[in-house]
């Protein structure tokens, strides 16, 4: 186990900066995993609203795919709208239980497909759609891989995934459904999400935690090398008005920044100091109109509290203006899943 729990989280304490500001988390899991080796096994709806009322004014948040609650029978193509049937159920909750107290409302829902399929993979669409007719958003299928198996993640993915001409089948099929792609890959696969986001210019891509740059394994002393890769291909992706960037995922072990290992967890101004550079490059290149801040609870939560990790990205953006900070932690998210 990576991560160290609660306790661990509570010895560093903040309040919320800036608590009034409105805020759709777009990237959160929702996962019962009494076997799985990470620190927050169980993380359903009590879990996340727990988080979400910790402090910041989180309206509204997003589901993304995670391999939870497949259907255990039936179509072996069809099994992932599992997870979009217990995702919708647990949004229908949210639902009431805000009614009452104003709590956080899962609003948009990702699922699980695989592409490979080619034309096939329509059905398991039109399965994720009835299963979830009005917050059903799009479709995350992993492409992250390395040389390093280690970094693999629930299932092993081909190398050049992206660029496989059965994968591109199903992958055009998004856009007739008005569904998005989550791209979660690393830094030295960017040229790959570049190719496909140029081949499919009317299908909206949603880059994942910046697009991964790794500092771990080999990538552990070659942080500035890492770096100034991933700015050129980020400042490249930036030229297709179809790709979003999600401004997050640098909490995971895999970034190689080792605050899960501290004794303490880190403050907001320690994780603003060193996201600050990768963000920043973001937004210069993304512009504030495409760039949204993202959670990735409980993933990232093996580094920081709920908390902590907003206050970092507001303090990474302290001096834009009200228009911007209304942007990037909420509006653009509700824009780009079609919330309202």
Known sequence: MTGKGEDWLALTREEAIDPGLPICDPHHHLWNRADDNH?????LLDELLRDTASGHNIAKTVFIECGSHYRDSGPENLRPA?????????????????AIDGSAIVAGIVGYAEFRQGEAVRALLEAHLEASPTRFRGIRQIAAWDTNSELWHRNPVPPG???????????????????????WLYHHQLPDLLDLARSF??????????GGPLGVGAFATLREGVFNYWKHYISRLAECPNVVVKLGGLGMPIGGFDWHTRPAPPSSGEL??????????????????????????????ESCSYVTIWNAFKRI???FSADEKARL????????????
């Open 317 to 319: 953006v302290e001096g």
């Open 82 to 98: 599992g997870e979009t049937e217990f995702v919708e159920a647990i949004a229908k909750e949210s639902e009431r239980r805000h």
């Open 39 to 43: 620190a927050y096994p169980h993380y």
């Open 272 to 301: 603003a100091e060193t996201m600050r550079p990768y963000f920043l490059w973001c937004l210069e290149t993304f512009g504030t109109e495409r760039c949204m801040f993202e959670s990735n609870f409980p993933v990232d939560k």
């Open 201 to 210: 210019p009317d299908t909206t891509i949603i880059l994942n935690h910046i």
């Open 329 to 340: 932690f909420h509006d653009n998210a509700v824009r780009t899943y079609r919330l309202d």
């Open 161 to 183: 995934l992206l660029l496989d001409a059965d994968f591109r089948r199903g992958f055009a099929c998004l856009a007739g459904y008005g569904l998005s792609y989550e791209a």
